[in-house]
């Protein structure tokens, strides 16, 4: 299984960075009530990464990298 926190302090294009990669039990929707596995919040040229706990491998790695390409 991947770690997620080999993904911490990663520069992004643009001179972003992913500073927090946090994980929740707590259901997690989008601005239109559907689900959603992952939030991310930008403050700055910080990425804060906020992950549904409990994803496969498969879901996990494409949550991270989709976001880290």
């Not at 596995?37 to 498969?58: E, H, M, N, P």
Request: net charge neutral; hydrophobic share 50%.
């Amino acid at each position: 299984m991947m770690d997620p926190a080999t993904f911490a302090n990663v520069r992004l294009q643009g001179g972003f960075v992913i500073t927090e990669i946090q994980f929740t039990h707590e259901p997690m929707v989008d601005a239109l009530a559907r689900e959603a596995v992952a939030q991310t919040k930008i403050v700055g040229r910080d990425f804060r990464l906020l992950i549904r706990a409990g994803l496969s491998a498969a879901e996990l790695s494409i949550t991270l990298l989709s976001r880290n390409s």
